[in-house]
């Protein structure tokens, strides 16, 4: 089944003030006080993504291909009141790739980290469960179920939804 995100994610405080200002973003809760907005469509039209746009529609700065350009300084405004970071991960039967990017005091503070296609991951984890990290995220003891989390990425609960869209659905 394959799993699919292009997400901000950050403090559930900082997310509510990014979400009133672009209207069409939708705000889904993680746990550790963490929320993200997914890249859906509408949101990503609303940031200046020319959907179907040339292939130079990217922020350099982070270097996401979905990112609109000049989205870097928007970023880069919101970390100003928290840290924000910016992923996306691609996996399909077993291999895919992640990247992420943490914006803090209004500067491009960690990335952008890339983890390519059947490349295992670093022993300091992957790029997202990094830029977790970096926000506070912190792999908890055990789950409700008694087993261990295996890293930042689940311990906030990432793995709740396979797709964007998913995310972006009221539940």
């Given at each position: 089944m394959p799993y699919e995100l292009q997400a901000l994610i950050g403090s559930a405080e900082l997310l509510a003030v990014a979400a009133a200002?672009?209207?069409?973003?939708?705000?889904?809760p993680l746990s550790q006080g963490l929320a993200l907005i997914p890249a859906t469509?509408?949101?990503?039209?609303?940031?200046?993504?020319?959907?179907?746009?040339?292939?130079g529609a990217s922020d350099e700065e982070a270097g996401f291909d979905w990112l609109p350009d000049g989205s870097g300084r928007r970023l880069a405004a919101w970390s100003k009141a928290g840290p924000i970071a910016c992923v996306e991960a691609?996996?399909?039967?077993?291999?895919?790739?992640?990247?992420?990017?943490v914006w803090v005091d209004g500067r491009l503070a960690l990335g952008p980290l890339t983890n390519a296609e059947f490349a295992p991951f670093p022993p300091e984890g992957g790029p997202i469960s990094r830029a977790l990290r970096h926000l506070g995220a912190r792999v908890e003891p055990a789950r409700a179920d008694g087993a261990d989390y295996v890293d930042e990425f689940e311990a906030v609960g990432l793995p709740a939804h396979?797709?964007?869209?998913?995310?972006?659905s009221p539940s």
């Open positions: 200002e672009v209207p069409v973003a939708r705000l889904a469509p509408e949101f990503l039209a609303a940031l200046g993504y020319q959907v179907g746009g040339a292939e691609f996996f399909f039967g077993g291999s895919g790739t992640q990247r992420a990017a396979r797709s964007t869209a998913r995310w972006a």
